[in-house]
């Protein structure tokens, strides 16, 4: 298999200095509009979340129901499915 040497990077594909050191800085200006988007989407939903008579008005109690009976105590606190940490 043929390994070709790393070409030497050439000065046009390096960052200049005084860029990179105002990374901060460009950070910092590309995070306030994404910071006022999510105030401006929360506002609505802050709104909404006032108390009301009904906590879930769209929730309907099912028909499923199940007569079956509960699991023993022993098993739900004893049972694991790993095996490194024991297998009775």
Known sequence: MLIKPAPDIRPSEITDESLYLRRREFLQAAAVPVVAAAAAGLAPVA???????????????????????????????????????GTD
């Open 47 to 85: 709104r909404a979340a006032a108390p009301q008579d009904d906590p879930l008005p769209n929730v309907r109690k099912g028909v499923v129901t199940l007569n079956e009976a509960w699991t023993p105590y022993e098993d739900v606190t004893t049972y694991n499915n790993f095996f490194e940490f």
